[in-house]
């Protein structure tokens, strides 16, 4: 894949912190994205708006506008979220791209009017399998990504009712709604693009007493879920070239 012609500038909304475990091993979720795009081409100014960091007057100064996953859940909308939400809206109908990842995907979804919950299906964790839909295949989002592709995943909230007018690019049996066009310049996805799986490992590891206990009340034999989850655990090429799809095509 090409280079960046020229340095662009990306806002970075962050939107909570990883658990003590996972930012000692892999670090937190901001650098998962620096790590994963790189430097080279890019310049990241990041925002902990989780932390009600002040929002830009507006976001003409950056090529494009990304928001971090979250152990928030947009069911329990907090100040921060609408102010943040309000934002992307207004950025993007500016024209700036905007691309919200997990629960990023999910703010932007409940702002354009469609619905979260928690996930009847349960949660997801670990690399799975999502495949795109025929508007998926033909969306920049996705270009050189197969059919069927490996990404990593940990989310419990899913959109449950797609916003009016959205489009759904991706999706799997655990969640339908796994990749939203929102507009020609706003994208979500549910799973994690920059997320290795070394990220995913630690956040088994650090969630690994509710993820049995999860497994045992749905029938699963004790001891079983965290090993099976991690020895599941396979790299996502997909992710990487998401991203840079995303700052190169839409930018």
Same mark, same amino acid.
């Given at each position: ?10 806002? $970075? $909304?962050?939107? *909570?912190?990883? +658990? ?35 929002? &830009? ?7 494009? %506008? ?34 919200? #990842? /997990? ?26 399998? %999502? ?14 990504? &197969? ?14 009712? #797609? ?12 969640? +339908? ?20 799986? @070394? ?5 088994? @590891?650090?969630? /690994? @007493? ?9 029938? @699963?034999?004790?001891?079983? /879920? %965290? ?11 997909? *992710? ?12």
């Amino acid at each position: 894949m090409r280079q960046p012609s020229r340095v662009k500038n990306v806002l $970075l $909304l962050k939107a *909570g912190d990883a +658990a003590e475990h996972v930012r000692r091993s892999v670090g937190d979720y901001e650098q998962w994205f620096l790590r994963t795009i790189g430097l080279s081409g890019y310049r990241f100014d990041i925002l902990p708006v989780h932390r009600d960091a002040p929002l &830009p007057p507006d976001a003409s100064g950056y090529d494009a %506008v990304l928001m971090t996953g979250s152990p928030l859940s947009v069911t329990q909308l907090a100040p921060w979220m609408t102010r943040a939400a309000d934002f992307m809206l207004t950025a993007a109908e500016r024209g700036r791209p905007v691309l919200g #990842v /997990c629960f990023g995907h999910q703010l932007l979804a409940r702002a354009y009017g469609g619905h979260v919950a928690r996930n009847p299906e349960g949660r997801e964790t670990g690399t799975v399998t %999502v495949s795109l839909t025929d508007a998926g295949r033909a969306d920049a989002l996705f270009d050189g990504v &197969p059919e069927h592709f490996e990404a990593q995943a940990t989310h419990e909230d899913v959109v449950i009712q #797609v916003p009016e007018g959205a489009r759904v690019l991706a999706g799997n049996r655990n969640t +339908a709604a796994q990749a939203l066009a929102f507009r020609a310049n706003v994208r979500g996805v549910q799973f994690h693009p920059e997320a290795p799986p @070394e990220a995913l490992r630690a956040v088994i @590891e650090a969630r /690994c @007493e509710g993820l049995e206990a999860e497994a045992v009340s749905r029938g @699963e034999r004790p001891g079983q /879920c %965290v090993p099976r989850l991690l020895s599941g655990l396979r790299p996502t090429p997909a *992710g990487p070239r998401i991203l840079l799809n995303f700052l190169e095509r839409f930018t």
